[in-house]
């Protein structure tokens, strides 16, 4: 195994962030889980009303609205009306009437208050490229501009108290790591594979000659600039995966029914590992998992695997599972779940049997601390070149009325942020009276 091989090795390998090799008391633990939906997950067909706006909500989509006797209830009635889930998200339905589970009406990124007819006249600030899925990613997970890359969860990491901070506080389980990213430090990365073996390496056997070779490398110096930070990343990743292989191998398998997908193989990573941090003295964590091909233009109804259908059964199935684990590993109340993606959709159905790139979108977050049972914020009128339309061509691109720094703020805050540093991690919130929302309980 030869340099160069192991090189090639170190950019593919998780670079997880050292764990503490002595447990600490297992004490306030807290995890922000955040799945967000590649390509645009369309939330008309996720919320969508029972009482007399379902006929607005029908009429708006020939083609793509759900039949009203298919939808799962929720009970009650919130934000003005009464609501109901996508068939496919029966899975989770319970979670609402138990109280762990809320959902947020009309939410996307904004850099200040803002309606349709001030968006349409521009007479008010707008966030940059709208519409395009690599800039609204972006824009979404707290990216302010080329100078400065870190996301909302990775500054606020950064700003927590000396106390809640940990070798591992920021993780993303993808290529992208934006939202968790911070100005100076260092993002982790947990694959949802099993990363014990680099090549004939076994970090679970560090006696044996390949590990003890790779170890030697890992501790190289350069003299170039470049080589040395490549070889302290390298030297990380090491010692960090050495570590984090042990600790999976003596978790228990977690419970719940989990599926052999890459979501649900992610989400059952999470669900190993969360008690273990747990037990070791981990105080923070945010994990980024990022998910999904809902980009649906065309065919999004249907059985074919990329259907916003099929997508969502497969993601209400993982969270079930998830959900199940959580509670049996005792740790409903400290973790929490939050749905996120590039955008909404288009009300008006696109020409393929699908929708469009829109903006507003309905979320949802789960879990013990959750203040559930509810729809936040303002639930749009569902009505082509209505009053929350701000498209000129009567799509039904709704401008948002929560803003996602004000979902980010508050469950950030739960994470530990101080009232006195929000502003800081979220510098658009300057321009918004209210900050956070309710919907964590504490």
């Not at 990573?269 to 923070?284: D, H």
């Not at 789960?366 to 569902?382: E, I, K, N, R, Y």
Request: charged residues 15%.
């Amino acid at each position: 195994m030869d340099r160069r091989h192991f090189l090639r090795l170190a950019a593919a390998t998780p670079a997880l962030s050292l764990l503490s090799s002595t447990e600490a008391a297992a004490g306030d633990y807290r995890a922000l889980v955040i799945l967000f939906l590649g390509g645009g997950n369309d939330g008309h067909n996720c919320l969508v009303p029972t009482d007399g706006a379902y006929t607005d909500y029908d009429t708006a989509r020939p083609g793509l609205a759900l039949p009203k006797a298919s939808l799962t209830s929720l009970p009650g009635t919130s934000a003005g009306h009464t609501f109901a889930l996508h068939p496919s998200l029966a899975p989770i339905a319970p979670l609402y009437s138990q109280g762990r589970m809320a959902w947020i009406a009309n939410v996307g990124p904004l850099v200040k208050p803002a309606t349709a007819r001030q968006v349409i006249d521009h007479s008010v600030t707008v966030p940059s490229f709208l519409l395009s899925h690599s800039d609204q990613v972006l824009w979404q997970q707290g990216w302010t501009g080329d100078a400065d890359q870190s996301g909302w969860a990775g500054r606020a990491l950064e700003l927590l108290p000396t106390a809640l901070r940990n070798g591992q506080n920021a993780v993303t389980m993808s290529n992208n790591r934006c939202l968790v990213l911070g100005k100076s430090s260092p993002v982790a990365y947990l694959s949802a594979w099993d990363s014990r073996y680099w090549g004939s390496a076994d970090l679970a056997q560090p006696e044996t000659p390949a590990a003890q070779t790779l170890n030697r490398m890992a501790r190289w110096q350069f003299a170039n600039q470049y080589e040395a930070e490549y070889a302290r990343t390298f030297g990380r990743s090491v010692s960090e995966s050495t570590i984090f292989t042990r600790a999976a191998m003596n978790a228990p398998a977690p419970a719940g029914n989990f599926a052999d997908n890459e979501l649900a193989r992610s989400l059952r990573k999470l669900a190993t590992l969360m008690p273990v941090f747990k037990t070791m003295g981990y105080k923070r964590q945010v994990f980024l998992v990022q998910w999904g091909n809902f980009d649906t233009h065309t065919y999004q109804r249907g059985s074919s695997d990329n259907s916003q259908d099929t997508q969502l059964l497969v993601m209400a199935n993982a969270l079930a599972a998830f959900d199940t684990a959580v509670q049996a590993a005792g740790m409903d109340q400290n973790v929490v779940t939050l749905s996120m993606s590039d955008f909404g959709r288009t009300l008006s159905p696109a020409s393929g049997g699908g929708s469009d790139h829109a903006w507003g979108n309905n979320w949802f977050a789960m879990g013990g601390p959750v203040s559930g049972g509810q729809v936040l914020g303002t639930f749009p009128t569902l009505v082509p070149g209505g009053p929350d339309d701000c498209d000129t061509n009567r799509g039904g691109r709704f401008v948002p009325t929560t803003s996602t720094d004000q979902v980010g703020a508050t469950v950030m805050k739960w994470i530990g942020l101080p009232d006195d540093q929000i502003a800081t991690a979220f510098p658009f919130l300057a321009n918004f009276s209210q900050k956070t929302i309710n919907l964590l309980r504490a």
